[in-house]
């Protein structure tokens, strides 16, 4: 058997060509270009790729962006200030502070201080308790990029075992919210109703629990942790990872093995990380939308 490859980069490009075609109707209604602001700490190499290609896609999708570029050291009040300037910045749509921040910040209150109409993330406790609730605001970057994965390769969630590795604010928690929902609103219920089981590093007996899965997510952040036996034949796997060793780029799932069992699954790079990237600009559309109202 040899599974099927999810590629990320098609998926992408059908959306941005469709996020384009609605940016350039919105532009032409209201004479707004929306904007992504985002803000970068310190020098981090991995923070700067994202950014790069986060502000590449938007100038790709006829949107504009603008990076704000802080010292190692700033201080608290100092983000908090830029954040605050940023709400009031009526040409910026949208907010994205990357992560991590240095230490000695406190990143909830930054994330805190987003004006939840420009909360491009979908961090913000309103907009994740809406989305908690089934009534979101936005819809979280990449837990959207990976049911739209899914919906572009006709893989169902409905009335599936779902297992999610991983019970992080950005990625396993909120694709859990999502997952079990009733409906979806952008992918409709067929990417929602799953039976959704979520697994972390205090789940006992992790390879009875993953060989349940239909679909198998992994975002722990371990390269290479999911191995072939954890796998169910056939089973989707989608890998959420994204992880530098001295081999370079690689996922939480062990890719080359995996191609023996699974399905499905999604290479990285190439993968999740450009539908992160792709749902970021969607939200940034959406925010432009918000405000323009
Ligand atoms: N406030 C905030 N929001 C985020 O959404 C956020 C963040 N902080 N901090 C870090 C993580 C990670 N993340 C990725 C973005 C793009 C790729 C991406 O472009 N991936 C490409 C290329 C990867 C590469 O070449 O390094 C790919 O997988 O094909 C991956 C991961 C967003 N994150
Ligand atoms: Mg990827």
Redesign the pocket.
């Known amino acids: 058997m040899s599974a099927k490859i999810l590629d990320?980069?098609t998926v992408a490009n059908a959306l941005q060509e469709d996020i384009a075609q609605r940016v350039e109707l919105f532009v032409s209604n209201t004479g707004i270009t929306p904007c992504l602001a985002a803000v970068l700490v310190g020098e981090d190499p991995?923070?700067q790729?994202?950014v790069r290609?986060?502000e590449r896609a938007c100038g790709k999708v006829g949107m504009a962006s603008e990076l704000f570029r802080m010292p190692e050291d700033v201080s608290q009040a100092e983000l908090l200030n830029l954040v605050q300037g940023l709400n009031k910045n009526d040409k910026v749509s949208g907010i994205?502070?990357?992560?991590?921040l240095p230490k000695h910040l406190d990143a909830s209150e930054v994330?805190d201080a987003i004006d939840p109409q420009k909360d491009v993330?979908c961090?913000h406790p309103s907009n994740v308790g809406l989305l908690s609730q089934g009534r979101p605001n936005f819809l979280p970057?990449?837990p959207h990029g990976v049911l739209q994965i899914l919906k572009h390769f006709n893989l169902p969630t409905a009335g599936k075992n779902v297992c999610i590795l991983g019970r992080s604010d950005?990625v396993g928690k909120p694709l859990a919210l999502m997952l079990m929902q009733r409906t979806s609103e952008t992918c409709g219920p067929d990417f929602a109703n799953a039976t959704v089981t979520v697994c972390h590093s205090r789940t006992p007996n992790l390879k009875a629990m993953t060989t349940q899965a239909d679909i198998l997510i992994a975002a722990i952040g371990v390269p290479k942790f999911v191995t072939a036996d954890m796998v169910k034949p056939g089973a989707v796997v989608v890998d959420v990872g994204?992880n530098?060793t001295d081999e370079g780029?690689c996922g939480d799932v062990d890719y080359d093995a995996l191609l023996e069992v699974a399905g499905a699954v999604t290479p990285?790079?190439?993968?999740?990380?450009?539908l992160?990237?792709t749902m970021?600009l969607e939200n940034t559309l959406k925010a432009a939308i918000l405000q323009a109202k």
């Open positions: 990320g980069k991995a923070s790729v994202y290609n986060k994205l502070v990357q992560l991590p994330l993330d961090f970057c990449t950005i994204i530098r780029l990285v790079p190439g993968g999740v990380g450009r992160t990237v970021l």
